[in-house]
């Protein structure tokens, strides 16, 4: 399981949600590419305004290149740096990135 991310075909860059061009060297190849572990960066928990139930939201570093993501985490992070696996969930008709705490 994964999140794809955009990778330019030129310079290598990755983005998070794609882009047009890419921001780093400007080309418009890119490259749909898969990232499976990230690292926490950060997070907060919110409440879901339409189940009214908590929700962590984090961001992530992918690995090893990045991107940073914003995404849902099923459970409270311990730390930063804690590592993540990421995957891809359906949404109100999108995919959304989610992530799963790793064992340490």
Do not use: F, K
């Amino acid at each position: 399981m994964s999140v794809n991310v955009s990778q330019c075909g030129v310079c290598g860059r990755r983005v998070y949600p794609a882009r047009l061009w890419c921001p780093a060297c400007g080309h418009d190849r890119s490259l749909s590419v898969p990232v499976d572990q990230a690292e926490i960066q950060a997070w907060t928990t919110a409440v879901d305004p339409v189940a009214d139930l908590p929700v962590v939201i984090a961001t992530v570093r992918a690995l090893p290149e990045g991107p940073i993501l914003v995404v849902r985490v099923e459970e409270t992070p311990s730390h930063a740096g804690q590592r993540v696996s990421l995957v891809e969930r359906q949404s109100n008709g999108r995919l959304l990135p989610w992530a799963r705490i790793l064992p340490a």
